[in-house]
């Protein structure tokens, strides 16, 4: 019994040489899947920071077919508004019948955050450091034969949140939705049949031991991930948003 219970996590960092440079993998497997991703692991959290409410960060490094094996870049997938889709489809909006969103905190990654400038003499921005925080993966999954549109974000998933259980048992939002100013930053992001996402969520610093959950909203439409527990400052427990912040 325990044994079938057992999941077994197995981590390596393999050197790949490669035009003389030596580039390191991530490889970690849950015992189904093998993720192979370029970011390592770190011991850096994003800190609570009281003077503004953080946003949720949730990029995108796959869209395609199920799989074994997932390849995952530094950097998140651009994806493009219709990718791989049958125009003649009609597009469903996600529910909780048609999609699955599952975090799985068995595999430990990580998100790197790049600090660009743009030079006036270059349209192309220069990175300036580089900043690695952990996270975790997480799936959303098309269950059925029709197109499904999750929702919107060009520099990941802006109508997805963060949820923990407060002292009173309630379920709350612990950041808002990520925003932008210039409508370039929209794009769709329409899942085609039987098709996954595979986005990161970023982990907080913290001491307090949090049950928390994904919450996908878009117009009247929410769907929940699986309950997960994760390390968070306890003050996310009490943020105050305004009425209309959601998407």
């Not at 490669?18 to 011991?43: R, W």
């Not at 508004?81 to 430990?108: C, P």
């Not at 929209?186 to 949090?210: E, F, N, S, T, W």
Request: proline share 2%.
């Amino acid at each position: 019994m325990a044994k079938n219970c057992l999941i077994i996590v197995l981590l390596l960092i393999v050197f790949v040489s490669c035009n003389d440079q030596d580039i390191q993998v991530n490889i970690q497997t849950n015992g189904k899947i093998v993720l192979i991703d370029s970011t390592l692991l770190t011991n850096n959290f994003e800190n609570y920071n009281s003077e503004y409410i953080q946003s949720g960060y949730f990029p995108v490094y796959y869209i395609g077919k199920k799989a074994d094996t997932f390849y995952l870049k530094r950097e998140p997938f651009q994806y493009d508004d219709f990718l791989y889709l049958d125009k003649k489809m009609e597009i469903y909006l996600a529910n909780e019948k048609n999609i699955s969103i599952k975090v799985d905190t068995n595999f430990k990654t990580s998100i790197d955050i790049q600090y660009k400038h743009y030079d006036l003499n270059d349209d192309l921005a220069q990175i300036d450091s580089v900043y690695c925080n952990a996270a975790f993966p997480f799936f959303i999954e098309n269950l059925s034969d029709s197109l499904i549109y999750v929702g919107e974000g060009k520099m990941g998933i802006h109508n997805l949140y963060l949820q923990a259980i407060n002292a009173k048992g309630d379920w709350v939002d612990i950041e808002k939705p990520f925003k932008i100013s210039c409508g370039n930053g929209y794009q769709y992001i329409v899942l085609p049949p039987k098709h996954l996402l595979l986005g990161k969520l970023m982990r907080k610093r913290g001491d307090y031991k949090a049950i928390c959950r994904l919450k996908l909203k878009y117009r009247n439409n929410t769907i929940y991930s699986n309950i997960f527990e994760d390390w968070i400052d306890k003050k996310l427990l009490d943020l105050k948003f305004d009425s209309n912040y959601e998407n």
